[in-house]
């Protein structure tokens, strides 16, 4: 049964519809809402971009990006339903006047425009210029942005002032394609749905708490930009703070956007600050150098194509966060991130204390804490770590550790698990904003990011080298080995 969209059906208008991001992930996001029966009869796909093309080239240009992109068949049948909705206009986003073209491929009467900037952030104030200055923007219409929200604090705050010279709060939808993930949506049901959860959620309960989000790949081509952002801004400001807050937050009131996203900048606001003056103690910033992936050579960061052989920009980054509010008082959470690391992958595993005393010591002279592991990709499930009795007759009880595995894909055998766009752009169809970042979030995470970016340019200290293909420099491993712990790999 198809899921009912909204009161019309939408005009989904992608701007810098033949880039790298609407080619690889959005298209194909969309073509699977449609073989899932969850675009409205008379929804629409409007491509923008300033190349000359007509219909029939765009269509090429979406069923080229399939075939490209998608990882199962094309449908063909399926192809030709979704080619139909297709429209195509050219625009020069920088000049106002090109945007009346817009009209005579849009319906504001009788569908709900939605704008998806999948374009530099550079631009956005020009799209929303362009839009107003053409009389596309009523009290129905969207518009849905990609990070990075600015670079800092002050450049987040100018972007998003752009923004809102044209539109209010609740028409603006920031994506953080985690936020789609199947497992990080299960986090508010494992959390608030499960007694033996919801109630062992604290300090009295919980050692620490560790979020890894590793990556194999480097740059792949995106030199230029990831030199100027670095590890920092292009994952922890994002995403794994995102990560946490979800993590971390108290019981909302109920699951509408505005219960989740107040408790999420809750924690944002208790991260305590990091600075000049411990930044030593809770970071560790690394950069790869030459190594070993997967059995592959593959060159260091400075030895990448297009590198600038100077660079202090780092490609690891892992954090000691401590939450100074009554839920976590004295209980760190541990996070890292990197790329060229050995594996793709991003975890979450709950730590939890061990217990004061052991009646089976001697079988097992220290019993393990529990835990609980949280994988978000690539093999999405849960498991639980606890220990059970080995089977067997014999004086003595035998005991092993062993792990209860949920993992989605065995699971849910009958169901397919939704891509984080494919659900994000439903989502901003269907006007809901839950899983959508408000401005105060992103200005909290930056807030706080900034004070460890001034740090480390204060310290003027460079990364700490780690061969590709390793977990991170050394230093990382000591940072928990301080607090008596380590990482789980």
């Known amino acids: 049964m198809a899921k009912k969209l909204s009161h019309k059906p939408c005009d989904l208008v992608l701007f810098g519809t033949k880039g790298d991001l609407a080619r ?10 449609e073989r899932s029966n969850l675009l409205a009869d008379n929804t629409k796909i409007v491509g923008i971009a300033r190349d000359e093309l007509d219909l029939d080239g765009y269509k090429k240009v979406v069923s080229d990006s399939l075939e490209q992109f998608l990882k199962e068949p094309v449908d063909e049948e399926i192809k030709e339903k979704f080619l139909e909705r297709l429209q195509y206009c050219q625009v020069d986003m920088t000049v106002a006047e090109d945007f009346k073209g817009i009209k005579d491929v849009v319906d504001q009467e009788n569908r709900t425009m939605v704008n998806y ?6 631009v956005f104030g020009a799209i929303c210029e362009g839009l107003d200055t053409a009389g596309l923007i009523n009290k129905e219409t969207r518009v849905v942005v990609e990070k990075p929200i600015g670079h800092c604090l002050e450049s987040s705050k100018v972007i998003n002032d752009k923004i809102a010279e044209h539109f209010n709060e609740d028409q603006i939808y920031r994506i953080d394609h985690y936020l789609g993930k199947e497992t990080v949506l299960n986090l508010l049901v494992l959390r608030f749905a499960n007694a033996i959860f919801t109630n062992n959620w604290d300090h009295e309960c ?12 480097g740059v792949e081509g995106r030199w230029g930009y990831y030199d100027d952002a670095g590890q920092m801004r292009d994952m922890v400001q994002n995403h794994l703070l995102q990560i946490l807050s979800l993590l971390a937050m108290e019981p909302p009131v109920d699951v509408s956007a505005d219960s989740i996203r107040n408790e999420k900048l ?5 991260l305590r600050p990091i600075t000049t003056d411990n930044a030593g103690d809770k970071t ?35 954090l000691r966060v401590d939450i100074d509010n009554w839920r976590w008082a004295g209980v760190p959470f541990y996070l890292r991130t990197g790329k060229r690391l050995p594996v793709k992958g991003t975890e979450i595993v709950i730590h939890f204390k061990e217990l004061p005393h052991n009646i089976f010591k001697e079988t097992y002279k220290t019993l393990p804490a529990n835990k609980l592991t949280i994988r978000l990709q690539p093999d999405e499930g849960v498991e639980i770590h606890l220990m059970n009795k080995v089977p067997g007759l014999g ?24 891509d984080a ?13 839950s899983l959508f970042v408000r401005r105060d979030e992103v200005e909290a995470a930056w807030s706080w990011v900034d004070g460890i970016l001034d740090a480390w340019d204060k310290s003027n200290e460079s990364p700490k080298s780690y061969s590709a293909g390793s977990w991170g420099p050394v230093a990382s491993i000591a940072m928990l080995a301080k607090d008596d712990r380590e990482w789980d790999e």
């Open 24 to 33: 690889r992930k959005l298209i194909p996001s969309l073509y699977k809402l």
């Open 117 to 122: 900037f999948s374009t530099p952030p550079s």
């Open 206 to 217: 919980i050692d620490h708490v560790q979020i890894s989000v590793a990556e194999s790949v």
């Open 266 to 270: 809750k924690v944002l606001k208790a």
């Open 284 to 318: 560790v910033r690394g950069q790869y150098t030459s190594g070993f992936v997967n059995g592959q050579a593959v060159p260091g960061y400075l030895e990448e194509e297009g590198a600038n052989t100077d660079s202090s920009t780092e490609t690891f980054v892992s």
């Open 395 to 418: 004086e003595k009880m035998e005991l092993q550790q062993t792990k209860l595995d949920l993992s989605f894909s065995d699971t849910f055998k009958d169901d397919r698990i939704a």
């Open 421 to 433: 766009y494919e659900r994000l752009m439903l989502e901003a169809m269907l006007g809901n904003q």
